[in-house]
């Protein structure tokens, strides 16, 4: 099976090495691309100087534009497998062997890395454990289907979800949206634990401000998504 590691990038200098070398080391059957999004910093200085694979996005298109050109490279180069990860080092790719398992042998769609299911490691802090915990119960509320951790950005999809992503992905904070999207085309979504991190380095682009943006804006897509 071809199986490909999708790391969206904006101003990770601090991480970006160590995100690679660990995937190389961990999951080295697993492809990677790397989508720079229009740095800033140094970021794509030391991609090209470490020779990693790189797609360069001349202009920024934010995390979900980021993260759809990943899926399309994955929907053209005919990837079975594709899984995204952040690239501050938050995600443990030594997890890719169980979520590849339980995406296979339960035949899902996508399966997403969840952090609260053992409840270990990093659990994020308390007022984003709120907005998990609302998009948890708006999601069971809508699909009667629980995702414990919504927001987790460690997700693994097969053929067909990558091509519904490659053509179609939410811009803005997509994770909860684009679940809601495979929930109601009555795809198979499930979660397998993981123990996240606190990221490496650098800064989360996520302020108080455009968190009271991000819980208006993405719980209006998934009320308009279950009812299209």
Known sequence: MKKLVIIPAYNEKDNIISTVKEIEKEAPDYDYIIINDCSTDNTLDLIRYNGYDVLNLPVNLGIGGAV???????????????VQIDADGQHDVSYL????????????????????????????????RIGINFFNHLLFLLFRIRITDPTSGFRMCNQRTIAMFANEYPRDYPEPESTARLLRHKRKVEEEAVIMRKRRGGVSSISMMRSVYYMFKVTLAIIIERFR
């Open 68 to 82: 759809q050109t990943g899926y399309f490279y994955a929907y053209s180069h005919h990837y079975d497998i594709a």
């Open 97 to 128: 062997s169980a979520m590849e398992k339980h995406l296979l042998e339960n035949n899902c769609d996508m399966v997403i890395g969840s952090r609260f299911i053992d409840k270990k490691g990093f659990q994020s802090s308390g007022l984003r």
